[in-house]
């Protein structure tokens, strides 16, 4: 008897490429044209963009975050209650994204202040422009309600973040 595979789209490569290029292109720069990407806050990001349900209780307890409605599929969902923390500590699964990306030319890395931080190229902003659907006009959604978060460092995220995964 053969056994057939389990698909978890979140997993998908193509899908991550997708939604990590996205994030790129909407917050590469803050309003003031600085660079704000790190690996640090890539990573918080993408954790947020496919969690919304942790992005909706951060936006519920800050009052300079835009209100947005979760969707019937963002609540309630087995996913929701057992939140995947993995992402927020272990940084090999978005490093190997970027490599991806940097070989494809869809990013790439500026110095500023002996850090290095990730920007979207002209590649990549063709490359997002060309890609529809519905589940990336969500993640660009979810990505303008990040855009206001005040200019936070990682580890301020991480504290806010934490007392809503439990930990």
């Known amino acids: 008897m053969n056994k057939l595979p389990f698909i978890i789209p979140e997993r998908d490569l193509n899908l991550r490429i997708s939604v990590v290029v996205m994030i790129l292109d909407?917050?590469?720069?803050?309003?003031?044209?600085?660079?704000?990407l790190n690996l640090d806050k890539l990573a918080?990001?993408?954790?947020?963009?496919?969690?919304?349900?942790?992005?909706?209780?951060?936006?519920?307890?800050d009052s300079k975050l835009p209100y947005f409605t979760l969707q019937e599929n963002e609540k309630g969902s087995v996913r929701t209650k057992y939140i995947n923390k993995k992402s927020l500590i272990d940084y090999s699964s978005?490093?190997?994204?970027?490599?991806?990306?940097?070989?494809?030319?869809?990013?790439?890395?500026?110095?500023?202040?002996?850090?290095?931080?990730?920007?979207?190229?002209?590649?990549?902003?063709?490359?997002?422009?060309?890609?529809?659907?519905?589940?990336?006009?969500?993640v660009r959604e979810l990505c303008d309600v990040i855009s206001n978060f005040p200019n936070m460092s990682s580890s301020n995220l991480k504290k806010l973040i934490n007392p809503i995964l439990g930990v």
């Open 94 to 138: 978005i490093k190997e994204l970027l490599q991806i990306l940097l070989i494809y030319q869809f990013v790439k890395i500026e110095r500023d202040k002996n850090e290095f931080f990730y920007v979207i190229t002209e590649e990549g902003t063709e490359f997002i422009g060309e890609v529809e659907s519905d589940y990336l006009y969500r």
């Open 26 to 36: 909407r917050l590469s720069y803050t309003k003031r044209k600085k660079v704000n």
């Open 44 to 61: 918080i990001y993408e954790f947020l963009v496919t969690q919304p349900f942790v992005l909706h209780e951060l936006a519920k307890n």
